[in-house]
């Protein structure tokens, strides 16, 4: 597989902006047999139209989705487009998109569009699945990989939850010249697909009130312990009687360790606060019976965590000796954002002054990320993640 990225800060043109991109693509690289574009943008991009005269100009599908700020291999971008092309002889691009999933069949609804992307014929599982997935739907986002990996036979899930600037209203997919708000684009790798993955959440600052979810229901927590789960908050010291909890709480998300041999545990924002009941909603599910901790996260710990993410893939990356990678696909999470806020291009210059020659990158940053925690002999353990930045190289 061969690739290339390219970067235009015309948000408003989008007619010039696909020339641009794809006149820097064509100089870039020689498309192969198959081809698949991604595309992450300013949500004031009208992306419909932009991955629609993609399409026409470079031949091929367009997918992708809206996001705070997008990556490239010179750092992080706001108000911009990044166009990122693979090209490949020996692996098949299958897009599809969903009905509405604004719907009692949602994980249907998934199962079928994945299954519209797989060859006639084929026996084996793909490479990797790329998902693009809309915000504010009425159900977790632990579904997006549970309903594909079930379906896949376990095959790698990479992608996140489309955003905008935290207005939480422009949120959008795309695919090839149409839009979506509650639908979800993915596209499918066959072949000659070898990807690796790495996430990182935190590496410090953990409080010590370690305690078993007692009494939980989806992403709703009653109990933590013999608590409900606003006084466990306020165990901590944290203020409770907050106006915007996802806003007061970004820099304290929940870590979540499940008995189920997965080592690497789980981030989850707090999304909403219920005083009558003393119960608290999340941005994803929280199981009955995980252990679960406050973090308290600051930059240096972020900072820290994409250099040692970045670090893992590379190093996955160069245990595969006889396979050639050629783009690294990164996304972030809008609330690691948020906190490094001033410095929040640091993330960015990490990724490009780490960036191997040869290598090149395109990402964003989401309302959920979605990524392997374990991969291993074409088997992964797929999970919906918060406040964690995660990476695949293909």
């Not at 991955?51 to 599908?61: A, D, H, K, N, Y």
């Not at 990122?84 to 249907?108: E, M, N, R, W």
């Not at 684009?185 to 370690?210: D, K, Q």
Request: charged content about 20%; aromatic content about 8%; proline content about 4%.
């Amino acid at each position: 597989m061969r690739s290339a990225t390219a970067i235009s800060h015309e948000v408003d043109d989008v007619f010039q902006t696909a020339r641009e991109l794809a006149d820097s693509i064509q100089k870039q690289l020689v498309l192969r047999q198959h081809s698949l574009g991604l595309v992450f943008c300013d949500a004031d991009t009208d992306g419909a139209a932009l991955t629609g005269e993609l399409q026409t100009l470079l031949g091929m599908e367009i997918a992708g989705m809206t996001t705070l700020a997008a990556l490239s291999p010179q750092g992080r971008h706001e108000a911009a487009i990044v166009l990122t092309v693979l090209t490949a002889d020996d692996c098949l691009f299958a897009p599809g998109v969903s009905a509405s999933l604004k719907a009692d069949d949602f994980q249907d609804r998934i199962t079928r569009t994945y299954q519209a992307t797989v060859p006639p014929g084929s026996d084996q599982g793909p490479g990797v699945i790329l998902t693009f997935c809309p915000f504010g739907l009425p159900f977790s986002g632990d579904h997006y990989p549970a309903v594909l990996s079930r379906v896949a036979n376990n095959a790698p899930v990479m992608g996140g939850v489309a955003s905008d600037d935290y207005d939480y209203e422009r949120a959008r997919v795309f695919l090839s010249g149409k839009e979506y708000q509650d639908a979800m684009v993915l596209v499918s790798l066959w072949g000659n697909v070898r990807p690796v993955f790495a996430i990182r959440h935190v590496t410090s600052r953990f409080a010590e009130r370690i305690r078993r979810v007692t009494e939980a229901e989806n992403n709703i927590v009653r109990k933590v312990g013999e608590e409900t789960f606003v006084e466990y908050l306020q165990g901590f010291g944290l203020k409770t009687d907050v106006d915007d909890p996802l806003l007061a709480f970004n820099s304290y998300p929940m870590m979540l360790r499940q008995e189920d041999g997965d080592e690497t545990p789980i981030m989850r924002h707090i999304s909403g606060l219920n005083r009558a009941d003393g119960s608290g909603s999340f941005v994803g599910d929280v199981p009955v019976g995980a252990q679960a901790n406050i973090c308290m996260i600051n930059k240096a710990d972020i900072v820290a965590a994409c250099r040692e993410s970045m670090l893992a893939l590379l190093n996955e990356g160069r245990a595969q000796s006889d396979y050639t990678y050629s783009t690294i696909l990164c996304i972030s999470c809008c609330g690691r954002s948020m906190i490094l806020s001033g410095d929040a291009g640091e993330e960015g210059r990490i990724l490009a002054e780490m960036l191997p020659t040869g290598l090149t990158l395109g990402g964003a940053y989401c309302l959920g990320e979605i990524c392997p925690t374990r991969y291993k002999n074409g088997h992964a353990t797929n999970r919906f993640h918060n406040c964690s930045i995660i990476f695949c190289m293909l």
